[in-house]
């Protein structure tokens, strides 16, 4: 295999599918089947979701929530889609364990480093909830701290296009795709993969991002198997 340790970053809105808000229960399920092919053939994998299916706290200030208190929601919704997978991963046999950046008994076990890596090393999927535990951060920026601390060999970014373009593909037909690029070129192009500190964090530390399209039956196991697909980023 290409990939056997990754961290897989899952957007909230990913999980609402045809839906306006919330969790999409058939996604749901089609996200459990493609991460329990994955591990079936021998895959380690940590999932960071983000909460935007159900409360971002940027947007949240539109409404009179103060962006303190917003992103703290924003956080608690994570929560909310971590347990909602997990609960769909052990459904299908799939042996899996919630950690957060929150302390929130007897849901969620303190995640750290070495318990990411315990874990997957007895065979678990890891699923990593409330972002970094701080505000002011997303959980782009919490999907990229969590991999360097597992000592992942990629982010795989599982978005709904597959790969990143020079325009956006789902507005301009003519948008070219890139195979792979260097940090610096994904800079020079302003390329917005994930937010600068994310981004930073990733360049700084050696840590490539794979970006591909999670809503394709067999994608991931595919990635991780050749990386044939997707755009990868990383220090030429």
């Known amino acids: 295999m290409k990939y056997n340790r990754v961290l897989l970053k899952l957007s909230g809105e990913a999980l609402m599918g045809s839906q306006q808000y919330g969790i999409d229960p058939q ?11 994955a591990v079936d053939k021998g895959a380690e994998i940590a999932i960071v979701m983000g909460g935007g299916n159900i409360f971002r706290g940027l947007s949240g200030m539109s409404k009179g929530v103060n962006r303190l208190e917003g992103d703290y929601m924003g956080m608690l919704a ?24 929150l ?7 303190r995640v750290s480093g070495k318990r990411i890596v315990n874990y997957l090393a007895d065979g678990y999927v890891v699923l990593i909830s409330g972002g970094t535990g701080n505000p002011y951060f997303t959980t782009d920026t919490a999907a990229a701290l969590r991999a360097i601390e597992m000592q992942a060999e990629v982010i795989l970014k599982g978005t709904r296009v597959d790969g990143i373009y020079n325009t956006d593909p789902e507005k301009d037909p003519k948008a070219i795709k890139y195979n792979t690029l260097s ?23 050696n840590m490539p991002i794979h ?7 067999g994608n991931l196991a595919k990635i991780m198997e050749d990386g044939s697909i997707g755009t990868r980023v990383s220090t030429y």
């Open 27 to 37: 996604r749901l399920n089609d996200y459990a089947e493609e991460i329990k092919v």
């Open 78 to 101: 994570t929560v909310i889609n971590s347990m909602a997978l997990h609960g769909a991963l052990e459904n299908m046999g799939v042996k899996a364990k919630l950690l957060g950046a």
């Open 103 to 109: 302390s929130i008994n007897p849901i969620v076990e």
């Open 183 to 205: 940090f610096e070129e994904a800079i020079e192009k302003k390329l917005k993969i994930m937010d600068l500190t994310a981004f930073t964090l990733c360049q700084e530390n």
């Open 211 to 217: 970006v591909f399209n999670m809503n394709v039956k």
